[in-house]
């Protein structure tokens, strides 16, 4: 099968290409770029691009699958449909599912069950034995079975000695430590602490919860010489302490979540539980630390910490209900619309943020757009205005703030393992 992208804005800021051209892919692989011929057309699958940008495959490098435990509410397919939907060729899954990825098994029953979708799926293992925080998982053995990285996400890793552990053992192949930076002393409530929660009568999380654990973990980690990530920073103070860390030239990352960037505290006046995260949405100034964040590289990716939820239990009283919403589905129009397009960023940053970090951080090969590659890409159209509509997404969830919000920019179509989803179809090419 051959596929033709006929005149796309060819960009990937790592081969410093930012072309208008023709790329033609043969059984999964970019056999030519330039002008083609006439018998370069013949039984060819020729996609207008006419406006739009062809990038290397978005990769998303938090979300929850659920999958095993919790296939009421999302599968590795269902999650899998919902990122190729919202543009992306690969994502990273974490531990918490049911049980946790703590051992090499779940980690090969995670690969088996992407291996024939379009997006590749990097299980992340659990630090810690059931991210109870108590003993190392075996993290050698997850490693080999192919997780990227270790994490107890949905909590801090419990104590400092055992992040000690985990950042050195982990330095023996490479691989990051992601933090959920939370100090759960702190973190009995539902809503950011402030004069917003008092108004609503909610028990609030203050934002220094937040950074006690992420000034601890950049002190392990310079102690270490590890490499720890800071997943969904969501608070100014946290921002500026990952900022001093990178110029001391620690092994320090970061990564934002749109909704920390599209967001405040104030949507929580509806007492809808679909705006209830944790992080929590916070202040004003915390959202406008996070686009600097992103504009001046202290933080350096952009994941949509999507978590999936059943209905009755996002219908629960607002104290009582689960923290987390979708994000795959509306990242790339959230991150084009609130930041590419009020030029807080620009498309070489979007695709910085959303494709080549990421991959980077885990030590995943960078997509590149050249011949004689597999083509692993994602077509962007940028100025599509559309809305937001949970009846249609691919998720087997519905838990979003977002619904029925204007967006301008989407994806257009996905290329990754001689697969093309474009127009709510997946073919092969």
Known sequence: MRTILKQALLLNPEQKLNQKNDLMIEDGVIVKIGSLKEDDYKSAQVIECENKICVPGLFDMHVHLREPGREDEETVETGSNAAAAGGFTGVACMPNTTPDIDSAEIVRFIKEKSKEHLVDVYPVGAATLSRKGEALSPMYELFEAGAVAFSDD??????????????????NFGAPVIEHCEDESMAEGAMN?????????????????????????????????????????SSKNSVELVRQAKKRGLNVTAEAAPHHFSLTEESLKTYDTNYKMNPPLRTRTDVEAIIEGL??????????????????????????APNGILGLETQLGLVLSELVHKKKLTISQLVEKMSINPRKILNISVPLIKEGEKANLTVIDPEIIWTVDISKFKSKAKNSPFDKRLLTGKSFAVINKGKIYMNESFRQI
């Not at 919860?209 to 992420?214: C, F, N, P, Y």
């Not at 933080?299 to 209905?311: F, T």
């Open 295 to 320: 504009k001046d590289g202290t933080i350096d990716c952009i994941a949509s910490d999507h978590a999936p939820h059943a209905i009755e239990e996002k219908e629960m009283e607002f104290i009582y």
């Open 193 to 233: 602490e402030g004069l917003v929660s008092t108004t609503l009568g909610l028990p609030g999380i203050p934002s220094v919860a937040e950074d006690l654990i992420v000034a601890r973990d950049i002190m392990v980690a310079e102690f270490t010489g590890g490499k720890v990530h800071i997943a969904h920073i």
């Open 154 to 171: 949905g909590v801090a890793i419990k104590s400092a000695e055992i992040l000690r552990n985990v950042l050195e053992y982990s330095k």
